[in-house]
Each structure stands twice: as C-alpha cells, then as structure tokens.
C-alpha cells in the first residue's frame, strides 16, 4: 500500500496479498531489443518498476530476444542504460528470453508428446488460407492429425537444419473455428537460418513471442504480467501454455493502455525511420521522444517519471496532451535548476562612464528561494551583451508595453546596476551595431535616486569574461497533432523548422566547466542544459529545453 493513487493493478495486486494468492510480488519490463525505447517504454517502466517499488517486491529486466534479425547489442545496452537513468534498477542479473530457449524446446516437445503440437508445412499462403476470417472459421491443417512419432521426427529434423526457412513450422493444435484468431493452431516455432547475438548459431528454429512470452514469465516466478492493450486477445492462449505445460508457475496477464502522446511517434519502426533517413541525428537527438533523446534534451528524469504517474494507468486508449509533460519538466526545473544568464542575440553596450579596464565582481542567487544552492560571483565590465530584443528606439513605447531599455530611459540590469541607454552606433545598413549607455553610480543592490525609474530588468553578460557557445533551439518535430493516425505518410506531417541553431551567444562564466548535462534557468530565456555529446570547455553547446512559459496555441 502506498500513497500512490489506486488503479486497476494495485487493485487486483491488494486483492492476491489480501486472499494470499501471493506473498511477494515480482513484475518485469519485456523489451524487445530492436530498437531505442521512447516515451510509451517509459510509463510501461515506471509502472512495473513503480509497483515493485510500492510492494516491496522485484522488477526484472528481461530483453524479449526471439527475432534476432532486427535486434542488436547497440539497443541492449542503450535500454539498460536508459533505465538506470530513469532512476530503476532491475533485480538481479539482465534476463534474456533467449537463456530459456532449451527449456522453450523441451515445453515443445512436451506439447508434442501430449499431442497439443504438430510440424505443419502448409506454406505461408496456404496457412493464410486455411485461417479463415474474423467471421469465418478456419480449417485444419492437412499436416494436423501426424502422430506424435512423426512429429517428433520432424521437429528433431528442423532444429538440425535439414529444412530451409519457411519449409514447415511447429504449431499448436488448438481450434480452427475458433473466434479468437489467435487460438487458431499458432505457430510455436519457425526456421530462421540467422545467428543470434545471445545464442549465436547453436538455434536455427526460433520460439514465437507467444510461445516464449508466458513460459518466461513462469520461469522467473513472475507474478503479474503487465502489458499493453493489443495483448488482450493474445491472454487465452497465454493461459492455454500454462495450462498445458509443466511450468514452475502461473503468472497472470494484464493490459493496460499504451501511452500515445501528440505531436509525435512511438514506434520504434517510425522512429528508427526517422533515424536512417538522416531527419534527425541519431536515436538521442534532442527532438526525438526517446528516453535517450528527452535526456539529451535536458529533460529530468524526475520530471519524466512524474509525468507517467500523472497520466496514470488505465485501461481506455486516448493520446495525452505533451503539455502535461512540459507542465511536469518546468515543475521540476523551476524547483531545481541553478540560475544563470546567457545571452542568445547579442548587442553590444559600452558604457562610457566606467574605465575601459573596469573589474567588479556582483553577486546573484544560484535560486531566487533557495538560499542553500549559494550565490554566483559575475563580472561586470566596461562593455556587455544584452538581447537585442531587449533595446528599443522607440520612445513612444509605453512602460507597461515594454519593460525594457528603451532610447533615454532606464533599465536594471539583473543583480548588478541600472543603466541608461545614450546613443546608438549603426552600420552602412542601419543595422545598430553598438550601445553606448551609462551606469547610474550606486544602484548595485540599492535603488536607484527617486526621479529614476527604471522599466524592467534584463539579463546581461560581460563581453570580455563571458563564454560564447552555440545554443539549439528545438520545436516540435511534427507540426501535426496525430501524424500517424492518418492515412497519409507520417513523414509529411514534419515540421521544418524544429531546429534553430543560434551560433552567438553568450553565457556568463563558469558554465563552460561545468559536466555535461548540467541544467539551468537562463533567466528570462527557459531551460537549457550542456549537450552531452557535442560541448567541450573550449565549445560550448547547449540545448533548450523548455521555455518558461508555453508559446503554443492550443
Ligand atoms: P513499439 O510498438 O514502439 O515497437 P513494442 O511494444 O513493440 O513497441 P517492446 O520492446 O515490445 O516494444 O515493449 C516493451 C514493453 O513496453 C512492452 O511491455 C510494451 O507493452 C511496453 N510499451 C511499448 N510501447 C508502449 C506505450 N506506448 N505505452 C505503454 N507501454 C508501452
Ligand atoms: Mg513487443
Ligand atoms: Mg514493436
């Protein structure tokens, strides 16, 4: 029992540890390692790790490892590392299907000798055929009534190899005519003439997911089996294995709704679509929803973890709103994030009343209201950057309008004085290039005289101890609300503008050294953090995250 809100799981888990059906509960996140996981991996992650932690009780790891063609040690490892960066730990060693595929033969060939399997060489056309329809039965196999001998025979033959691939299968003798598809004779094993990275070449028959998933879970005393809705019509076959078999256990199955969230894709085949056509710059680009790439984007693991429990768990299908998840990264940011200044337009201002060589350290808060994270020691010097959209000529622009420099006013600069903007410098173009301002003496910490009244406040970076780094700016990367829910190609609903790389800008000192995926509020500006891959002390590079404040329509 937790504090957590109770659901349909947590239900049915109080319910086996009130009538004693389990003592100790033990689930398991199953993926296949055939590509990077994403934001729906993410909640299915949290939820089984979230209920082991609530029950006291294990979560396993186990890579789901029975199509070796599509999977590779790339993604294992990228998948453990992205669940120890959400903040779980899997309980024991990293489970492979794969490591059961001697006792998957032994349950086949138990199956046989009961007479509950049989080696089919219809093709894949004809079993096709012989399937049948939603509204209409099936037919039996003509290869379906073999005695057990022959079967036996045949089996041992496809798993030395003597058949190619797609000669004959193994499937399960169940009902033809019956209205769940799935319990129409499945087929059980298939040749697949390909090594595999756990195995290698020792198998060249390998177990369907339906045959391996259930046993698995038995094996490893699973207690509840949790996956996603499209499962559902898989569970009576799921218990008919158990039923048959001489298994450890009987796991129990359940469904939940996957997570769909809009103005992206979770599928590992769209996502890895988007990878080899070069739209992005690999799995952990910053725009991608993969855990990879949401870390890459600065979002905090906290923040992504929060976001599942918001969602919550449940069992109607529906596309959740990304906002929630901005709400849940500015959540934790705002509470956490070190303040800093960076400026991403830079105007020059020089003040003519201070000595070209002028040095003075002023102190800002590392948080506004978190007095234990310390302050920060900036230089203040004769010439600074501040946003060009921080300046204005205009003097009719009203205070209200615009809290900023504007022509013959005056601005606080943030933690340091308030200044008065003099003279503009332009170029042949009439581009300002330059602002010569001044400082009002005193006004470090204190208010200035009473007849100055300074609009705003803005942020500023010395120009000759600040750091230049380049910043990426991220949007959305489909400018479509549901871009494969369609009938049209998922990649036409890209947005062409989801990247902005800003090369000119300039962050106080001290950030450069910091490590990598280190995060910050950029005052007035979001939430950044230092790319994990591409900055160095010498370079720079940081990723927006998050705004402060949501810009999109809705
Ligand atoms: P995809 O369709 O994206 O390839 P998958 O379901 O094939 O995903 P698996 O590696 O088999 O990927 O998934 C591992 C676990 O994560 C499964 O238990 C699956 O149910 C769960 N999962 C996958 N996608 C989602 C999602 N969108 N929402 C919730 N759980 C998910
Ligand atoms: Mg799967
Ligand atoms: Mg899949």
């Given at each position: 029992m937790s504090d957590k809100p109770a659901n349909f799981l947590t239900n049915a888990i109080d319910a086996d540890l009130a009538n004693g059906k389990h003592t100790h509960i033990v689930t398991r996140f199953p993926p296949e390692p055939n590509g990077y996981l994403h934001i729906g991996h993410a909640k299915s992650i949290c939820l089984n790790f979230g209920l082991a932690q609530q029950y006291n009780g294990e979560c396993n790891l186990r890579f789901d490892d029975t199509n070796p063609e599509k999977e590779s040690q790339e993604y294992i490892d990228s998948i453990q590392a992205d669940i120890k960066w959400l903040g779980f730990q899997w309980a024991g060693e990293v489970r492979y299907s794969s490591s059961y595929f001697d006792t998957l033969y032994e349950?086949?060939?138990?199956?046989?000798?009961?007479?509950?399997?049989?080696?089919?060489?219809?093709?894949?056309?004809?079993?096709?055929?012989?399937?049948?329809?939603?509204t209409e039965p099936g037919k039996n196999s003509p290869f379906r009534d073999r005695s057990v001998e022959e079967n036996l025979e045949l089996f041992e033959q496809m798993r030395r190899g003597d058949f190619d691939e797609g000669r004959c299968s193994l499937r399960a003798k169940i009902d033809m005519a019956s209205p769940n598809m799935n319990l129409r004779d499945p087929v059980l094993y298939r040749i697949r003439k390909v090594v595999?990275?756990?195995?290698?070449?020792?198998?060249?028959?390998?177990?369907?997911?339906?045959?391996?998933?259930?046993?698995?879970?038995?094996?490893?005393?699973?207690?509840?089996?949790?996956?996603?809705?499209?499962?559902?019509?898989?569970?009576?076959?799921?218990?008919?294995?158990?039923d048959k078999l001489p298994v450890p256990c009987k796991p129990r199955q359940y469904e939940f709704?996957?997570?769909?969230?809009?103005?992206?894709?979770?599928?590992?085949?769209?996502?890895?679509?988007?990878?080899?056509?070069?739209?992005?710059?690999?799995?952990?680009?910053?725009?991608?929803?993969?855990?990879?790439?949401?870390?890459?984007?600065?979002?905090?693991?906290?923040?992504?973890?929060?976001?599942?429990?918001?969602?919550?768990?449940?069992?109607?299908?529906?596309?959740?709103?990304?906002?929630?998840?901005?709400?849940?990264?500015?959540?934790?940011?705002?509470?956490?994030?070190?303040?800093?200044?960076?400026?991403?337009?830079?105007?020059?201002?020089?003040?003519?009343?201070?000595?070209?060589?002028?040095?003075?350290m002023v102190t800002a808060p590392v948080h506004p209201n978190k007095e234990e994270m310390g302050n920060r020691s900036l230089p203040f010097t004769r010439e600074i950057y501040i946003d060009r959209e921080?300046?204005?000529?205009?003097?009719?622009?009203?205070?209200?309008?615009?809290?900023?420099?504007?022509?013959?006013?005056?601005?606080?600069?943030r933690s340091a004085y308030v200044i008065k903007a003099?003279?503009?410098?332009?170029?042949?173009?009439?581009?300002?290039?330059?602002?010569?301002?001044?400082?009002?003496?005193?006004?470090?910490?204190?208010?200035?005289?009473?007849?100055?009244?300074p609009r705003g406040v803005i942020h500023w970076?010395?120009?000759?101890?600040?750091?230049?780094?380049?910043?990426?700016?991220y949007d959305r990367l489909f400018n479509h609300e549901t871009p494969d829910r369609g009938s049209d190609d998922f990649m036409q609903h890209l947005n062409p503008h989801s990247l902005e790389i800003l090369e000119n800008c300039w962050v106080e000192p001290g950030l450069e050294v910091l490590p990598p995926e280190s995060c910050f509020q950029f005052e007035r500006e979001g939430y950044f953090c230092i790319d994990q891959h591409d900055s160095s002390p010498e370079h720079l590079v940081l990723n927006k995250t998050i705004g402060l404040k949501d810009v999109w329509e809705r």
């Open positions: 349950y086949a060939l138990h199956l046989i000798r009961n007479g509950d399997a049989y080696v089919c060489e219809l093709t894949a056309e004809q079993a096709r055929e012989y399937r049948g329809t939603l595999h990275h756990q195995t290698g070449d020792k198998w060249c028959i390998y177990p369907s997911y339906d045959f391996t998933h259930g046993q698995s879970d038995a094996l490893e005393g699973i207690t509840h089996s949790i996956c996603t809705l499209e499962f559902e019509d898989h569970r009576p076959l799921y218990e008919w294995f158990l709704a996957r997570l769909n969230v809009n103005y992206t894709v979770t599928s590992k085949r769209k996502l890895k679509r988007l990878v080899d056509e070069n739209v992005v710059s690999g799995w952990n680009d910053p725009r991608m929803p993969t855990i990879s790439g949401m870390r890459r984007r600065g979002i905090p693991a906290a923040a992504l973890r929060n976001f599942c429990d918001m969602v919550g768990t449940n069992r109607s299908d529906g596309v959740v709103d990304l906002g929630m998840l901005d709400f849940a990264i500015r959540e934790e940011l705002n509470e956490n994030a070190p303040r800093a200044m960076c400026v991403l337009n830079p105007l020059k201002v020089v003040f003519t009343n201070i000595a070209e060589d002028h040095l003075e921080d300046f204005s000529e205009d003097t009719s622009l009203s205070r209200k309008k615009f809290k900023r420099l504007v022509m013959g006013d005056y601005v606080r600069l003099e003279e503009v410098i332009k170029d042949d173009q009439g581009e300002i290039i330059e602002l010569r301002a001044s400082v009002v003496e005193g006004t470090v910490g204190a208010n200035p005289p009473e007849d100055i009244r970076v010395s120009a000759s101890k600040g750091v230049k780094a380049t910043v990426r700016v």
